[in-house]
């Protein structure tokens, strides 16, 4: 038996390895081609919109560290997703890589300093799954476990983040830490203090995890019932610790404290409600943005909010471009306080275009996406006027192949939920549900499909047990046949 252990282990450390390996390769090759400027010779390649944001703010916090300010007082307001920016400020001080190369204008992203990081990113990725499987290993059925940590090395949905700036590389390695952690079952205060730090660095690293403490204590009431106290005190301690300490930075800098980031009280009127008001107005987007502009100046002028004299209102065709036009800090944070009210207001009284849009974009989100990275690095902003890739011919050819790929590791996962079901392992079951359909609920609205790829850290288990099940049945079918 301990033979047959030793094979294990020393096969899923190979499957890590080769995962790393070519994870680095992948990485090297989109630093090669695409480490460059487009068509304004400005803008980068691969580090744009979002990711833009986070490089320049974390070069941001470099620059203010080497100019002797504190590094935990440096930067800007948190806006969204503070953790990445300190990670990216952190890699520039210790690898001495200037990662902007001018500030005026505007930020202009220097060509170095990018494989590296994405390598040091991949690392910490496949040591995150190296430490789940530790936790792991025992649970599962050898073979099971073996094509879990397959499935997390090589699965082309998650492999493709470890070699993009996106912030889901490093979320998926904090979800991995506290999923193994989770699979231990133990009771003890300090292990599940633990957790709690990392459902909350998880948090700062996404926005989109700050409600996961919540399915984790669920799934505790169940497993541990009356022993309840010590574990729940320690996760929601670790927890609340993170939340005191992103409060304080915001206070220091705001002088409001506060802990969720105004990002996250914006993205869902943006990208949701005002097309719900659009389709009940019958008015394009690009006007139902407009009518909330009005409604931003009624709520201003109602709360005597001031703006900056240089605020030019025949240029604003969107609630967002108020936000670097108020006067004070707390102007900005009652204005996304304003926002995420209205976004609400919306949807609640539109019930029925609500739940049908939801629908819609939920049965989208859960549409994988594999080359998601590679056709986003190829075509977004490259040219002046370059189309969205998803009116393209090629992401239409995409669509039959992502649908059954999608399908087939979903009837593994399926096969795999049975299963453990019936093998009662509810604690498991629940906990991959639960985490699964954490961010089905949180991000269906949204329809994006890169919002849902956390949940196959957890849908991992599943297919590993599924893919294990299923080639056992059909040994056995085929022993029947001779």
């Known amino acids: 038996m301990k033979l047959i252990q030793g094979k294990k282990n020393n096969l899923h450390l190979i499957l890590i390895l080769v995962g790393f390996i070519l994870s680095v390769i992948l990485s090297t090759y989109y630093v090669t081609k695409y480490d460059k400027y487009t068509w304004d010779n400005n803008s980068h390649q691969l580090i744009k919109d979002e990711t833009y944001y986070h490089w320049v703010e974390g070069a941001k916090i470099a620059k203010e560290v080497r100019e002797g300010k504190n590094f935990f007082l440096s930067g800007d307001t948190t806006v969204t997703k503070p953790l990445h920016q300190r990670i990216i400020g952190i890699y520039s001080l210790l690898t001495g890589y200037n990662l902007v190369d001018s500030w005026e204008p505007v930020a202009k992203v220097s060509l170095e300093g990018k494989l590296p990081f994405l390598i040091i990113q991949s690392f910490f990725y496949f040591f995150a ?120 930075f915001n206070y220091h800098k705001t002088k409001v404290f506060y802990v969720f980031p105004p990002g996250g009280k914006w993205s869902l009127h943006s990208y949701f409600s005002v097309h719900v008001l659009a389709e009940k107005l019958n008015i394009s987007h690009d006007e139902a943005r407009k009518f909330e502009v009005k409604k931003v100046l009624e709520w201003a002028d109602k709360n005597n909010i001031k703006f900056k004299d240089e605020l030019d209102l025949t240029k604003v065709n969107s609630p967002l471009n108020f936000r670097s036009y108020f006067l004070t800090e707390k102007d900005k944070i009652k204005f996304f306080d304003y926002i995420n009210y209205r976004q609400y207001e919306i949807l609640l009284e539109n019930p029925l275009i609500t739940i049908k849009k939801t629908i819609y974009n ?121």
């Open 129 to 248: 799954v190296y430490f789940f499987s530790k936790k792991v290993v025992n649970i599962l059925p050898d073979k099971a476990f073996l094509f879990v940590i397959l499935f997390l090395s090589f699965e082309f949905t998650i492999f493709q983040y470890h070699s993009s700036f996106w912030t889901e590389s490093i979320y998926f390695s904090l979800q991995l830490l506290v999923f193994g952690m989770l699979l231990e079952r133990r009771i003890n205060f300090s292990h599940n203090l633990f957790i709690g730090i990392l459902i909350g660095l998880a948090f700062l690293q996404r926005s989109g995890g700050v409600f996961y403490i919540f399915p984790v204590l669920l799934c505790y009431i169940f497993l541990f019932r009356k022993k309840i106290s010590n574990p729940f005190l320690g996760i929601v301690s670790g927890f609340i610790l993170i939340c005191i300490l992103i409060g304080m």
């Open 362 to 482: 939920t049965a989208h989100i859960i549409i994988l996406n594999p080359t998601f990275n590679h056709y986003y690095n190829t075509y977004r902003g490259v040219e002046k006027h370059s189309p969205e890739f998803v009116y393209t011919e090629t992401h239409k050819n995409w669509i039959p192949f992502r649908i059954t790929y999608t399908l087939i590791i979903y009837i593994f996962c399926l096969i795999g939920l049975i299963s453990l079901f019936n093998k009662k392992k509810f604690y498991e079951v629940s906990l991959v549900l639960f985490s699964a359909l954490y961010y089905v609920i949180l991000f269906g609205w949204y329809g994006k499909t890169r919002l849902y790829v956390p949940s196959l850290i957890y849908l991992a288990v599943f297919f590993g047990v599924g893919v294990d099940i299923f080639l056992n049945s059909f040994k056995e079918y085929k022993k029947t046949k001779i």
